[in-house]
């Protein structure tokens, strides 16, 4: 069953293209990631998804209903999360309160039961902590739930961000190059939990990701822009053996036979 759907999407900036008529379906619990050369157009997909942008022509669906133009808090409020290239969290909070801040949306009282700290105020808190505590040792964070954000570890700020996004209780979670400045651990740390996050919570994942290894060892589909248009799409080992996606990565010498017959990944001769 298709989860998000975009029909003939097109975004442009001025004169520059940086979506042309792409057709994208990622399938319910599905690990579908988008690849492609700097600039092809992936971090506007996502932006456009999720709200950020408003395209220009097409159509995006999410459950069979139509979230085009659609602010990102109600995008977010629909389950739709993401996570960013460049990291973003409130970095003097605590690790407790960033999660806190994702739970927002769904707790229940009024401001008169946050002024007059009513019972139904003290029992929404309690409830929102406890979940956020859950979501931390989920994502392997248990006992730092006080340290202040900005002091975590690379990696821990990776899934604290991942954590935050999972507050909105999302059924579907984009995430933008979770492995980028990343080492060989900490990567196969956070592969784990992506997969996790598919297989114990039901989430659907749309990935964007630069290393080829992770999305050869992750995804179920893969699809692949260059130049703002969806020029391949399929499995893994199929995307990698394509001519169009080995050009676009290595140059039309490679793709002609005259260089390897596969995208090679990282550390391959």
Known sequence: MALLETFHLTKRFGGLVALRDVDLVV??????????????????????ITGFLVPDAGDIRFSGTSITGLRPDLVAR??????????????HL?????????LHPHINYSLLDAILRTSRYRRAERTAEREAREL???????????????????????RLEIARALAL????LLLDEP?????????????????????????TILLIEHDMKVVMNIS??????????????????????????????????????????????????
């Open 169 to 172: 209780r999302p059924k579907l």
């Open 179 to 203: 492995t980028a400045g990343m080492n060989p651990h900490e990567t196969e740390e956070m592969i784990r939990l992506i997969r996790r996050l598919r297989d114990e919570r039901g989430i």
């Open 27 to 48: 399938q319910e619990r599905a690990i579908h990631s988008v690849i492609g050369p700097n600039g092809a157009g992936k971090t506007t997909l996502f932006n456009c």
């Open 220 to 269: 179920d589909v893969v699809t692949v822009l260059d130049f703002g248009e969806k020029i391949a799409e399929g499995t893994p080992e199929e995307v990698r053996r394509n001519p169009r996606v080995i050009e676009a990565y290595l140059g039309r010498g490679a793709a002609s036979g005259l260089g390897p017959s596969t995208l090679p990944l990282p550390g391959e001769a």
């Open 78 to 91: 629909l389950g739709i999360a993401r996570t960013y290239q460049n990291i973003r969290l409130f970095r």
């Open 136 to 158: 931390l040792a989920f994502v392997g964070l248990t006992g730092k739930e006080f340290f202040t954000a900005v002091n975590l570890p690379y990696g821990d700020q990776r």
């Open 94 to 102: 605590s690790v407790l309160d960033n999660v806190l801040i994702g």
